[in-house]
């Protein structure tokens, strides 16, 4: 099974110190909600975000948004050889559904994100598909390894070990029985939280040049798809349908 960590995913609702601020307060009007019920975006929001702490790394819901249509819409998904957790910036993680379908469109999903972090579940009654959880980082990696040594736990970071697709492939188990959990920055600059490095065995460089995050998640998810077999047998299948 391979498990991916989209890790300080830049997804937050507006913090308290720009609540009070009338460009904030402004566009919360336009949406019809509070300041502190939208999401911060840096495209709305990014004159105002000069006075947050660490800026640079914050307010980037379209990252999280195109790294999770990368990864749910994937035939590795579909197969049910796919989850997907969001760890956020305060630490808490939340548990996506494997088969959720997102909205293709960027607004409803900010829509769908203020939801799940005002309410801490979308929906906020009955079966959830997208939900806040009170687990930290390193107990969801723990539970996600299962208490196996032969688990992998891969970190993809600009400062990583350079390594080829191929060289990828060869850290990843040969079957889905075994846990592979990969941690991918879902911030757009800065480095990782400095606990977190920690957290992963190997730390990778899929390239010469920083990539985006759901670039890296499609990398991912092929390299793994063609590891454990589960792209081969979907065209064996498909052409056995055929015949």
Not at 1 to 13: G, K, S, T
Not at 18 to 28: C, N, S, Y
Not at 141 to 166: F, P
Request: net charge negative; with cysteine; proline share 6%.
């Amino acid at each position: 099974m391979l498990h991916i960590v989209l890790l300080e995913c830049a997804l937050e609702l507006v913090p308290a110190e720009l609540t009070g601020l009338k460009e904030i307060q402004r566009f919360a009007t336009l949406r019809g909600k509070r300041p502190q019920e939208i999401v911060l975006d840096q495209t709305h929001h990014g004159r105002s975000m000069t006075r947050l702490q660490d800026a640079e790394r914050r307010g980037r819901p379209d990252i999280v948004f195109l790294s999770l249509v990368s990864l749910l819409e994937s035939p590795l998904c579909k197969q049910g050889l796919l989850t997907v957790h969001m760890h956020l910036r305060d630490g808490r993680i939340v548990e996506v559904a494997p088969d959720v379908r997102l909205p293709r469109n960027y607004d409803r999903f900010v829509g769908l994100a203020e939801q799940l972090l005002v309410m801490g579940s979308v929906p906020p009654e009955g079966r959830s598909l997208l939900r806040v959880t009170n687990e930290g980082l390193p107990q969801l990696i723990s539970r996600l390894s299962k208490g196996s040594e032969e688990s992998a736990t891969v970190l993809a970071v600009e400062d990583g070990k350079k390594t080829t697709i191929d060289a990828l492939s060869s850290l990843l188990p040969e079957g889905p029985n075994t846990p592979a959990i990969i941690g991918i920055g879902a911030f757009p600059h800065g480095e990782f939280e400095k606990s977190i490095p920690g957290l992963f065995r190997e730390h990778v460089c899929l390239d010469s040049e920083v990539m985006m995050a759901w670039h890296v998640c499609a990398e991912v998810l092929w390299t793994y798809s063609w590891r454990v077999g589960a792209s081969q047998k979907r065209l064996s299948e498909s052409s056995i349908a055929d015949d």
